[in-house]
């Protein structure tokens, strides 16, 4: 598949044009797909919740839109422009910004030289410091310790902070609660809504799905590679229950 240019900046012409659009998207592994022909929008400013149990196809679904995974079928679309073959950097530089399953940090290096890699956008050192002091506090108590030896909790803080100092469009999380203790939970999704209210859009892939019912605008059921059903969250709680009792 050819790759395009997809340097320019992520932003959507207007409210009305998705920021990120899926459309017939299929793809899967070793030539079975395992997601089939799914249609997905985000839109500026909304926090969209995708949902469905173990195995329901998501993880494949943001690979795809992040460019790991080539689609065997469909297109990728951010603000309007088709980006099928573009390299996941390519997107990275244009404003999307994945957080995936496992944190994404680098365990060997400290938290200030994980958070000084995010330079890279232009941003300087303190800038990068201060922003992520500002949303986690506690991290700053750990700058000089090496990120493996923090807890679970704190290295997520530590890789939405990462993520975060590169001021992304279009902000991607991908099962942000796994393993943590609610409480843990309670934090970053507080930190998702007040990123939510600077005008950050948002997709969040989770597995338990009462956790993002009053953090999510929209959201979509995923059940054996399809979306079955799309609307607000708490409108769905029926198709959520059928989901995950394999009805």
Not at 48 to 72: D, E, I, W
Not at 143 to 162: K, Y
Request: net charge negative; hydrophobic share 45%; with cysteine.
């Amino acid at each position: 598949m050819t790759a395009v240019d997809a340097s320019p900046p992520l932003v959507a012409d207007g409210a009305s044009e998705p920021l990120l659009e899926l459309r017939g998207i299929r793809a899967g592994y070793d030539g079975i797909d395992v997601i089939h022909g799914i249609d997905l929008e985000v839109h500026p400013g909304r926090v969209v919740a995708l949902l469905g149990p173990n195995g329901a196809g998501k993880s494949t679904t943001l690979k795809v839109l992040s460019g790991m995974l080539a689609p065997s079928a469909g297109d990728v679309l951010v603000a309007g422009r088709r980006v099928n073959g573009a390299r996941p950097d390519d997107l990275a530089r244009r404003g999307l910004c994945l957080i995936p399953e496992g944190r994404g940090i680098f365990p060997n290096l400290t938290v200030r030289e994980n958070l000084w890699m995010m330079t890279h956008r232009g941003r300087t050192k303190a800038d990068v410091e201060e922003q992520a002091a500002a949303r986690f506090p506690q991290l700053t108590r750990f700058l000089d310790q090496t990120a493996g030896t923090l807890s679970g909790g704190q290295q997520q803080m530590l890789a939405m902070a990462r993520g975060l100092a590169t001021d992304p469009a279009l902000l991607v999380l991908d099962e942000l609660s796994m393993g943590l203790a609610p409480i843990i939970v309670d934090q970053l999704y507080e930190t998702v809504s007040q990123v939510a209210a600077e005008g950050t859009s948002i997709l969040l892939v989770e597995q338990f799905a009462r956790i993002v019912m009053d953090v999510a605008d929209d959201a979509a059921v995923m059940v054996h590679g399809h979306i079955v059903e799309t609307g607000r969250p708490r409108d769905l709680e029926a198709s959520l229950s059928q989901a995950y009792l394999g009805g």
